[in-house]
Every structure is written in structure tokens, then in C-alpha cells.
């Protein structure tokens, strides 16, 4: 049985990064590991995990092979009609192959390949000790750790995230002799760097974990993070709220401290009244503390720092925590009072001095974009069009603001506390006012990949509208996305967008959305002053729509007819609008081939779908649920396989295939059967069809397979008869048209 001994290897260092240090420490970790793995050597990971605190990256690993098993080796040499003379005897290249390898020739083995019998020789040699290959170990792990910015320190060529400064490498209870970075490994780590003096001596990589926490160092993570965790909620319960302990802030708290000390500190009461997101942004963005929340979510005003150290004097910390945010709330405070002062219509009229983008004109014109198609969108939903219009003309006043300026992340937010003050909107009901002010601020939703859509009507059809301009700007402009480069965040826009349409339920015509934003962009790119004199957008949009859908070709007609609409509108921007509609509409849909996969839907179930292009995204999502019914009925893999077949036998088809089916060419049963079966299966799933039920549709065509199986068993569809092969094709036809009217479901079919 193989002797399995602990490993512990620590590095030692300053200050590492804080953002970085989960990352260091894991990638420290898998390399040590691999490394090992790579050579041969068993490992008993357990459940050992990366250690770590600001100051050191350990791997603590229960179990390691103290040798390697043996190594077995193969190295194949010329083939015998080379190596072997007319007398049998060792040409050269035989005996070169064999003094290489150091061993006379006659002591070589055979094998054979393809091409022929070759000697070969074999050797097993036994495996090295653990100890003598764990320094190669170290330093293959130390070469794989992505350092994003390497520093030196000394005279020396050494680089590393921060200056290392001890090494402990222990296998079992003995030292591992190696080096890194200057320093040579032994037994002796470091604790607390305030609250313990002198070294932290390792008797065996078991009692690593104690011994430093007995010299004021938790190098587990997740002990840290619970002790945090701990004291920030008790700390918060003993002021009368409880704390906000946001994910990444206490990430980042665990990273900073080595022995989390929680001190309770307030602030205050007139901050208060300055938006309480401000506020948390302060603490926690600029500072890593943790605001406290009243029993109604709202912020009081006490707040909880992590010290990294049991001081005897946490009074003195506690000032110094207050005295370092109470400049951040003051100037908070002071802008915001500022901003009300200033009012929404005077920081609206500033964005006609701020350049959204070259050639899409200032932040003023895409706001004039943005109402429009909120106005638009708003009674499709059922949402007032004047107070989408209205809210959407304001949803970008607060760019202009001070707060915003110097709290970027409250865009929206702040311009929903100034709508809720500001009087240029009295004349709006309370309702109306309340609706408009948080429609602003959700308008910005989704704000990240795992962030709620909007959540009122109102904020739904801003968010759609923002993001639909933004799509179609962005292409307009030629911004599109290349490789890991998206300036514009046009891929997370149109991910934002599918999701709030799906999520909403709401049932829009996103061709005719696309198109509405894509001509308003043409428009303004190709003539900037053409715009506001537009007034029937709604009949260019028609056309080329009915162009996108029925021709492409139908294109060279623009000129003519939209000449009666607005003779600057020219076929080259016609055109360019016209391109535009289906390549957003795909960008859009590839952006929903990930959002699928994370359901857990099927890629075949998303593809049958896409390749119908269905309009309505909310129909999309319809469609994607049914086909995965679908695909659960034992008929479903038949009828899938027989869908795909008729579609290349109408592909292959050497004849005009006739609109109509002819009952009187039917010559054998199957297909008389058949042809009755798809008849009432075309009466039973049109009223389904038409509903959007599509799961009760697939489940009536699901009963076609016996007729489907008898058809394909007793007909040949290339009949030597003409007209009888033509009938037959018609009929397939018909058939395919009504399987594939929910989804391509040839696609399911392997």
C-alpha cells in the first residue's frame, strides 16, 4: 500500500490584491494539485479547499504519495527490415537505437503497427521520492498563478503579485528542502502582524490551521467569512436594525482581514434624507462597511466596520471610521440638495450639450428617440402613451445631475427621488407621479446579468424602448460587437430586452419594434434634421417590413413608394433600414441561445424554434415550453425523423409540387388514411394554433404517427405515374406544413 503523508506548502507575502486573492489562491491550489497528478503521485484531496488571508496563499492537502509508482517507459525504434541485415544481424541503425538506449540489441523487445514490425525498448524504473520532485511542483504552480500585474522588489529579476517573504513546505513532519523567490521552505509561518510576535513554528501540516488561529490568523476563508457574518448580524441587532450584507462587499471584508473584529458605529440622522443608495454606495463601495436597516428596509443611521485587529481601544476606531465617511455623506448630501435646486427641466436641457455618440448626435436626440418608441409600445401593453412619452423624456435628466456625476452607479435611481420632488411634474396625480418617478429608475433594469427586469408596466416599456434604440443605434452606426469588444454593451441590451419582453408576457410584434427603432436611427444617421419632420413612420415601417418578410428583392421598389411619403427619405436609407431589421432580430435571438441553456432547455428545442423566426418573443417562449412537451411523447422521436425525411424528399423533389392535394389520384390505403388523418388535424389545431396553445397542437399532430409510419411502410412516393408522384409530394407537403407550423421540429431528430 502506498505511504500517504499531508502536504502543506504556504507562501507568504505582503498585502496581496483584494479582488484578486480568491482567484491567486485557487489557481495556487489547482496548480499544486495538477502538478502533483501530472507526476504520478496519488493525492487524497478530501475536502481541502484553497487557504488563504490578505498575506499568505496555502495549500493544506490530507493525503500525498510518498513516492511516485513506477515509471514505465516506450521509446519505439526502427522497423525490422531496416534494422536486421540479409544474415539477421544489427545494421547501424539498430545498434545506434540500442547503444541509446543502453542495452544491447538482442535485449530489445518487438511490436508491430501498420506499417510493419519494429523493435522497441521498454524499461521501468522506480519511481522518485515525493520530496525531491515537490520543488519542481512549487514552481510549476507559482509559473501557472495569472498575475494580472506582477511587481519586483529587490535587486533581482523575481515577480510576483506582492514581495514574498517566508516559505513553508512540509511533507508529513519533515521540511521539504526547495526555494522560491529568495526564500528557503521550513516550518515556520507568521501570525497576526499586530497581536502576535515572533514566528508561528509547524510541527505537521494537521496543525496548521490551529496553530495560526492561535496566533490571531483564521486562514480559512470560510471561517472568516463566518465569523464576519456573525458579528455584523449581532452588531446590527444590538442597534435596533439588521445588516445589509451584500455578496461581494463581504468578499471583499474577508480578503482585507486576517481577524475580523466587528465595530458598531452611527452617524448623522440628517443623512437620512439624502437618497439612502447613495449612502450604501459609500459604505460600501468606498469604505467595505455594512449599512443597518430598519424593520421597514430602510437605512438607519448606524452602520458596522470590520477591524482587523481586537483593539483595546475601539473607541478610538470607532471615530475613526465615522470621522472617514462623514465627508463622503456631506458631500452627498450637498450635492443632492444642489440637484433639487436645479430641477429635472434645467439638467433635461444639458444633455443637448453631452455627445451620446458621433453619429448617433447627443443624449437629447436619443431621448427623442427613446419617447417616441415608449409612446409607441405603451398601448400595446396597456400603458398611457403620454406618460410613457413623458417619463421617458425625462429618464436620462439625472446624467446631468451632481450626484450621478459623482455616484455613476445611481443613474435612475436619483432621477427617481428628483421626479418624486421636482415641481415641474404637480400637475400629475400621486399615482401617475409615483409611476413615472420609479419608471426612471427601472427603466436601467435589467443592470446585470442576474439583476430583476422592470417591474411595473410602465418601467417594462422604458426598458424595452431603451434598449431597442440602443440595438438599433448601435448597429446603425456599425458599433456592432467584435470578439470580446462591445463598447455599446449591445449584447447585454439585447439579452436585457428579450428578457423583459418573455419575462412580461408581453405579446409584441418585435419585427415591427426592430424596424421602428431602425428606421428612426437610419433617419437620423443619414439625415440628422430629417427626423422631427417625419410623421408617418407607421407606413415606412409597414413596407418594409412586408419587404423583410415577403422579398428581399422587393427592395429596388422603395424609391417609388416611399417617394409618396417623404421624398428625403432615399432608397439608400430605406435600404440600410431594411438590412438592419433581420440582422438585430438574429443578434437578438443568438443572445437567447445562453438564456435557454441556463433554463435548461435542449439546443435542438431552441433551434426548432429560432428556424421559424416567430415574431413575438413572448410566442418564442411559448413554442420553446410546447416543444419540450412534445419531446417527451414516446411519438415524438418518429414524427420528428419523418418530418425531417419529407422535408428532404420535398428538397430532392424533380417536379412542380401542386398547391392542392387530389383525393381521386390516391391508388394505395396508407395514403387515402393519411390524407384523411391530416385533414382533421388541420380542422382540430387550427383554433390551438391560433390561441398560441401550442402544447395541446403538438399533442393532436403526435397522433399522426400510426398513419405517418403506414404511409412511409406501404407508398413509394416516387411513383414511375407523374401526376400519382406529384399528388404524393402535395400531400407531404401539407402534412410537413401543419408539423412544422409550431416549430422545425426536424430539428429534434438526431
Same mark, same amino acid.
Given at each position: 500500500m502506498t505511504d500517504m503523508q499531508p502536504l502543506l506548502i504556504e507562501l507568504g507575502t505582503e498585502e496581496l490584491p483584494v479582488k484578486a486573492l480568491p482567484g491567486l489562491a485557487q489557481a495556487f491550489f489547482d496548480g499544486v494539485v495538477g502538478a502533483l497528478e501530472k507526476r504520478g503521485i496519488a493525492v487524497d484531496r478530501g475536502d481541502a479547499k484553497p487557504l488563504y488571508t490578505p498575506r499568505r496563499l496555502a495549500v493544506l492537502l490530507p493525503g500525498v504519495a510518498t513516492t511516485q509508482p513506477e515509471q514505465r517507459s516506450e521509446v519505439l525504434g526502427p522497423y525490422v527490415n531496416i534494422a536486421l541485415d540479409a544474415d539477421g544481424q544489427a545494421t547501424r541503425a539498430l545498434q545506434g537505437f540500442a547503444q541509446k538506449a543502453g542495452v544491447e540489441w538482442t535485449a530489445l523487445e518487438r511490436t508491430s503497427d501498420q506499417k510493419g514490425e519494429r523493435f522497441v525498448h521498454r524499461a521501468v524504473s522506480p519511481g522518485a521520492q515525493t520530496s525531491a520532485l515537490l520543488p519542481a511542483v512549487l514552481a510549476e504552480a507559482i509559473d501557472a498563478i495569472p498575475v494580472p500585474k506582477p511587481m519586483r522588489w529587490g535587486a533581482h529579476g523575481w515577480a510576483f503579485a506582492r514581495p514574498v517573504h517566508w516559505l513553508v513546505m512540509l511533507l508529513g513532519d519533515e521540511v521539504v528542502a526547495a526555494d522560491a523567490f529568495g526564500c528557503t521552505a521550513g516550518r515556520d509561518s507568521r501570525g497576526h502582524r499586530f497581536m502576535h510576535d515572533g514566528p508561528v513554528s509547524i510541527a505537521r501540516p494537521g496543525d496548521y490551521v490551529g496553530a495560526l488561529r492561535a496566533a490571531k490568523v483564521l486562514v480559512d476563508p470560510d471561517e472568516r467569512r463566518a465569523r464576519i457574518v456573525d458579528e455584523v448580524t449581532t452588531a446590527a441587532a444590538a442597534a435596533g436594525g439588521s445588516a445589509r450584507i451584500d455578496a461581494d462587499n463581504l468578499s471583499q471584508v474577508t480578503c482585507l482581514v486576517e481577524w475580523p473584529k466587528a465595530v458598531a458605529c452611527s452617524f448623522e440622522r440628517q443623512f437620512l434624507a439624502v437618497p439612502q443608495e447613495a449612502l450604501v454606495a459609500t459604505m460600501e463601495a468606498n469604505q467595505k462597511f455594512f449599512p443597518v436597516l430598519g424593520e421597514d428596509g430602510r437605512l438607519m443611521e448606524h452602520f458596522i466596520g470590520i477591524a482587523n485587529v481586537d483593539s483595546t481601544d475601539e473607541a478610538e476606531v470607532r471615530k475613526g471610521y465615522e470621522r472617514v465617511i462623514r465627508p463622503r455623506f456631506a458631500d452627498a448630501q450637498f450635492f443632492f440638495v444642489e440637484d433639487i435646486r436645479q430641477g429635472l427641466p434645467s439638467m433635461n436641457a444639458g444633455l443637448a450639450t453631452v455627445t451620446y455618440q458621433a453619429k448617433l448626435g447627443t443624449l437629447a436626440d436619443k431621448v427623442r428617440r427613446v419617447a417616441a418608441l415608449a409612446a409607441a409600445i405603451a398601448p400595446k401593453v396597456g400603458v398611457d402613451a403620454a406618460l410613457a412619452r413623458r417619463a421617458a423624456e425625462l429618464s436620462k435628466a439625472d446624467l446631468q445631475s451632481r450626484l450621478v456625476n459623482e455616484f455613476p452607479e445611481l443613474q435612475g435611481i436619483a432621477g427617481r427621488y428628483y421626479a418624486l420632488q421636482d415641481p415641474s411634474l404637480d400637475d400629475l396625480s400621486l399615482d401617475d407621479r409615483s409611476a413615472l418617478a420609479n419608471a426612471i429608475d427601472e427603466a436601467w433594469q435589467p443592470r446585470s446579468s442576474g439583476d430583476d427586469i422592470a417591474l411595473s408596466s410602465?418601467?417594462?416599456?422604458?426598458?424595452?424602448?431603451?434598449? !431597442?434604440?440602443?440595438?438599433?443605434?448601435?448597429?446603425?452606426?456599425?458599433? $456592432?460587437?467584435?470578439? @470580446? $469588444?462591445d463598447p455599446f454593451a449591445l449584447r447585454r441590451n439585447a439579452l436585457g430586452l428579450?428578457?423583459?419582453?418573455?419575462?412580461?408576457?408581453?405579446?409584441?410584434? %418585435?419585427?415591427? %419594434?426592430?424596424?421602428?427603432?431602425?428606421?428612426? @436611427?437610419? %433617419?437620423?444617421?443619414?439625415?440628422?434634421? !430629417?427626423?422631427?419632420?417625419?410623421?408617418?413612420?407607421?407606413e415606412i415601417v409597414d413596407? !418594409?417590413?412586408?419587404?423583410?418578410?415577403? @422579398?428581399?428583392?422587393?427592395?429596388?421598389? !422603395?424609391?417609388?413608394? %416611399?417617394? $409618396?411619403?417623404?421624398?428625403?427619405?432615399?432608397?439608400?436609407?430605406?435600404?440600410?433600414?431594411?438590412a438592419l431589421i433581420s440582422e438585430i432580430y438574429d443578434f437578438i435571438l443568438d443572445r437567447l441561445k445562453g438564456y435557454y441553456v441556463d433554463k435548461g432547455v435542449p439546443p435542438q428545442h431552441f433551434a426548432a424554434v429560432a428556424a421559424l423566426r416567430p415574431a413575438s418573443l413572448y410566442d418564442f417562449d411559448r413554442r420553446i415550453d410546447a416543444i419540450g412537451s412534445f419531446a417527451a411523447l414516446p411519438e415524438a422521436e418518429a414524427l420528428a425523423a419523418a418530418d425531417k425525411r419529407i422535408r428532404n424528399i420535398l428538397r430532392k423533389a424533380d417536379i412542380e409540387v401542386p398547391a392542392q392535394v387530389d383525393p381521386t389520384l390516391f391508388t394505395e390505403p396508407a395514403e387515402r388514411a393519411l390524407a384523411e388523418a391530416v385533414e382533421a388535424v388541420y380542422g382540430e389545431t387550427t383554433q390551438a394554433l391560433a390561441q398560441g396553445d401550442y402544447v395541446d397542437a403538438l399533442a393532436r399532430l403526435a397522433r399522426l404517427r400510426p398513419q405517418v409510419d403506414a404511409f412511409f411502410d406501404a407508398v413509394m412516393v416516387n411513383a414511375d405515374d407523374l401526376a400519382v408522384r406529384a399528388n404524393r409530394l402535395a400531400l407531404l407537403k401539407r402534412l410537413g406544413g401543419r408539423l412544422g407550423s409550431v416549430a422545425a421540429i426536424e430539428q429534434l431528430s438526431g
Amino acid at each position: 500500500m502506498t505511504d500517504m503523508q499531508p502536504l502543506l506548502i504556504e507562501l507568504g507575502t505582503e498585502e496581496l490584491p483584494v479582488k484578486a486573492l480568491p482567484g491567486l489562491a485557487q489557481a495556487f491550489f489547482d496548480g499544486v494539485v495538477g502538478a502533483l497528478e501530472k507526476r504520478g503521485i496519488a493525492v487524497d484531496r478530501g475536502d481541502a479547499k484553497p487557504l488563504y488571508t490578505p498575506r499568505r496563499l496555502a495549500v493544506l492537502l490530507p493525503g500525498v504519495a510518498t513516492t511516485q509508482p513506477e515509471q514505465r517507459s516506450e521509446v519505439l525504434g526502427p522497423y525490422v527490415n531496416i534494422a536486421l541485415d540479409a544474415d539477421g544481424q544489427a545494421t547501424r541503425a539498430l545498434q545506434g537505437f540500442a547503444q541509446k538506449a543502453g542495452v544491447e540489441w538482442t535485449a530489445l523487445e518487438r511490436t508491430s503497427d501498420q506499417k510493419g514490425e519494429r523493435f522497441v525498448h521498454r524499461a521501468v524504473s522506480p519511481g522518485a521520492q515525493t520530496s525531491a520532485l515537490l520543488p519542481a511542483v512549487l514552481a510549476e504552480a507559482i509559473d501557472a498563478i495569472p498575475v494580472p500585474k506582477p511587481m519586483r522588489w529587490g535587486a533581482h529579476g523575481w515577480a510576483f503579485a506582492r514581495p514574498v517573504h517566508w516559505l513553508v513546505m512540509l511533507l508529513g513532519d519533515e521540511v521539504v528542502a526547495a526555494d522560491a523567490f529568495g526564500c528557503t521552505a521550513g516550518r515556520d509561518s507568521r501570525g497576526h502582524r499586530f497581536m502576535h510576535d515572533g514566528p508561528v513554528s509547524i510541527a505537521r501540516p494537521g496543525d496548521y490551521v490551529g496553530a495560526l488561529r492561535a496566533a490571531k490568523v483564521l486562514v480559512d476563508p470560510d471561517e472568516r467569512r463566518a465569523r464576519i457574518v456573525d458579528e455584523v448580524t449581532t452588531a446590527a441587532a444590538a442597534a435596533g436594525g439588521s445588516a445589509r450584507i451584500d455578496a461581494d462587499n463581504l468578499s471583499q471584508v474577508t480578503c482585507l482581514v486576517e481577524w475580523p473584529k466587528a465595530v458598531a458605529c452611527s452617524f448623522e440622522r440628517q443623512f437620512l434624507a439624502v437618497p439612502q443608495e447613495a449612502l450604501v454606495a459609500t459604505m460600501e463601495a468606498n469604505q467595505k462597511f455594512f449599512p443597518v436597516l430598519g424593520e421597514d428596509g430602510r437605512l438607519m443611521e448606524h452602520f458596522i466596520g470590520i477591524a482587523n485587529v481586537d483593539s483595546t481601544d475601539e473607541a478610538e476606531v470607532r471615530k475613526g471610521y465615522e470621522r472617514v465617511i462623514r465627508p463622503r455623506f456631506a458631500d452627498a448630501q450637498f450635492f443632492f440638495v444642489e440637484d433639487i435646486r436645479q430641477g429635472l427641466p434645467s439638467m433635461n436641457a444639458g444633455l443637448a450639450t453631452v455627445t451620446y455618440q458621433a453619429k448617433l448626435g447627443t443624449l437629447a436626440d436619443k431621448v427623442r428617440r427613446v419617447a417616441a418608441l415608449a409612446a409607441a409600445i405603451a398601448p400595446k401593453v396597456g400603458v398611457d402613451a403620454a406618460l410613457a412619452r413623458r417619463a421617458a423624456e425625462l429618464s436620462k435628466a439625472d446624467l446631468q445631475s451632481r450626484l450621478v456625476n459623482e455616484f455613476p452607479e445611481l443613474q435612475g435611481i436619483a432621477g427617481r427621488y428628483y421626479a418624486l420632488q421636482d415641481p415641474s411634474l404637480d400637475d400629475l396625480s400621486l399615482d401617475d407621479r409615483s409611476a413615472l418617478a420609479n419608471a426612471i429608475d427601472e427603466a436601467w433594469q435589467p443592470r446585470s446579468s442576474g439583476d430583476d427586469i422592470a417591474l411595473s408596466s410602465l418601467g417594462k416599456v422604458m426598458a424595452i424602448a431603451e434598449r !431597442l434604440d440602443t440595438l438599433a443605434g448601435g448597429f446603425a452606426a456599425e458599433l $456592432k460587437p467584435t470578439g @470580446n $469588444k462591445d463598447p455599446f454593451a449591445l449584447r447585454r441590451n439585447a439579452l436585457g430586452l428579450a428578457r423583459t419582453i418573455i419575462e412580461s408576457g408581453f405579446d409584441l410584434d %418585435l419585427i415591427r %419594434l426592430v424596424a421602428d427603432a431602425c428606421v428612426r @436611427n437610419s %433617419l437620423f444617421i443619414e439625415l440628422p434634421s !430629417l427626423e422631427s419632420r417625419v410623421e408617418n413612420f407607421s407606413e415606412i415601417v409597414d413596407f !418594409l417590413i412586408s419587404a423583410n418578410a415577403a @422579398n428581399p428583392g422587393a427592395a429596388s421598389s !422603395l424609391r417609388t413608394h %416611399l417617394t $409618396k411619403l417623404q421624398d428625403d427619405f432615399t432608397q439608400d436609407t430605406a435600404k440600410r433600414a431594411h438590412a438592419l431589421i433581420s440582422e438585430i432580430y438574429d443578434f437578438i435571438l443568438d443572445r437567447l441561445k445562453g438564456y435557454y441553456v441556463d433554463k435548461g432547455v435542449p439546443p435542438q428545442h431552441f433551434a426548432a424554434v429560432a428556424a421559424l423566426r416567430p415574431a413575438s418573443l413572448y410566442d418564442f417562449d411559448r413554442r420553446i415550453d410546447a416543444i419540450g412537451s412534445f419531446a417527451a411523447l414516446p411519438e415524438a422521436e418518429a414524427l420528428a425523423a419523418a418530418d425531417k425525411r419529407i422535408r428532404n424528399i420535398l428538397r430532392k423533389a424533380d417536379i412542380e409540387v401542386p398547391a392542392q392535394v387530389d383525393p381521386t389520384l390516391f391508388t394505395e390505403p396508407a395514403e387515402r388514411a393519411l390524407a384523411e388523418a391530416v385533414e382533421a388535424v388541420y380542422g382540430e389545431t387550427t383554433q390551438a394554433l391560433a390561441q398560441g396553445d401550442y402544447v395541446d397542437a403538438l399533442a393532436r399532430l403526435a397522433r399522426l404517427r400510426p398513419q405517418v409510419d403506414a404511409f412511409f411502410d406501404a407508398v413509394m412516393v416516387n411513383a414511375d405515374d407523374l401526376a400519382v408522384r406529384a399528388n404524393r409530394l402535395a400531400l407531404l407537403k401539407r402534412l410537413g406544413g401543419r408539423l412544422g407550423s409550431v416549430a422545425a421540429i426536424e430539428q429534434l431528430s438526431g
